[in-house]
T-cell receptor
Framework: DAMVIQNPRYQVTQFGKPVTLSCSQT?????MYWYQQKSSQAPKLLFH???????NEADTPDNFQSRRPNTSFCFLDIRSPGLGDAAMYLC??????????????FGPGTRLTVL | DAKTTQPNSMESNEEEPVHLPCNHS???????IHWYRQLPSQGPEYVIH?????VNNRMASLAIAEDRKSSTLILHRATLRDAAVYYC???????????WGAGTKLIIKP
């Protein structure tokens, strides 16, 4: 089945130690998104790629960066994780982004713990 | 600013219909109404979306008010597997953004 895969499902890192989360998709979608979700809150968009075009949300901290080496893969890099970065990180894809018509397909998420 | 408002939680009995309301009084003419649900420890799952007309799919129905300022997600026969947080979302027609509501936690009683 076509899907969105996130690895690892659980990640533990130390305060200040860089960490990379990965996402892959078999849907061949143009758009890939990264969300942060904290407990009992709705997901918050960090950034997205429309093909190779990177789009950062205005309030996303500089500590968060992303790479998309090809259509299938996208990475979230947290350069110096703080305790406040502990959260579920969700990757999503959509066929296109324009006009509100397209649903997003989410991966299972990576739960990040910062010690 | 676009915004959606949902009840924090709702309870329903198994095998009965469930009506989940959402208010979006600031909706613009080109904004789509999306519903997603999220089971514990999983990513959100698309349920249904619509613009003006009522919509049906295998999972649910979406009833949209004539003025589009509110909508209702209808689960026709709830099962225990439908227990989840249901998010009402505006997908802005002007750009790519999704405006998420706070979500309604649906509790299904056997």
């Amino acid at each position: 089945d076509a899907m969105v895969i996130q690895n690892p499902r659980y990640q533990v890192t130390q305060f200040g130690k860089p960490v990379t989360l990965s996402c892959s998709q078999t849907l061949n979608h143009n758009v890939m998104y990264w969300y942060q979700q904290k407990s009992s809150q709705a997901p918050k968009l960090l950034f997205h790629y429309y093909d190779k075009d990177f789009n950062n949300e205005a309030d996303t901290p500089d500590n968060f960066q992303s790479r998309r080496p090809n259509t299938s893969f996208c990475f979230l890099d947290i350069r110096s994780p703080g305790l406040g970065d502990a959260a579920m990180y969700l990757c999503a894809t959509s066929r296109d982004r324009a006009g509100g018509r397209y649903e997003q397909f989410f991966g299972p998420g990576t739960r990040l713990t910062v010690l | 600013d676009a915004k959606t408002t949902q009840p924090n939680s709702m309870e329903s009995n198994e095998e009965e219909p469930v009506h989940l309301p959402c208010n979006h009084s600031t909706i613009s003419g080109t904004d789509y109404i999306h519903w997603y649900r999220q089971l514990p420890s999983q990513g959100p799952e698309y349920v249904i979306h619509g613009l003006t007309s009522n919509v049906n799919n295998r999972m649910a129905s979406l009833a949209i008010a004539e003025d589009r300022k509110s909508s209702t997600l209808i689960l026709h026969r709830a099962t225990l597997r439908d227990a989840a947080v249901y998010y009402c979302i505006l997908s802005l027609g002007s750009n790519y953004q999704l405006i998420w509501g706070a979500g309604t936690k649906l509790i299904i009683k056997p």
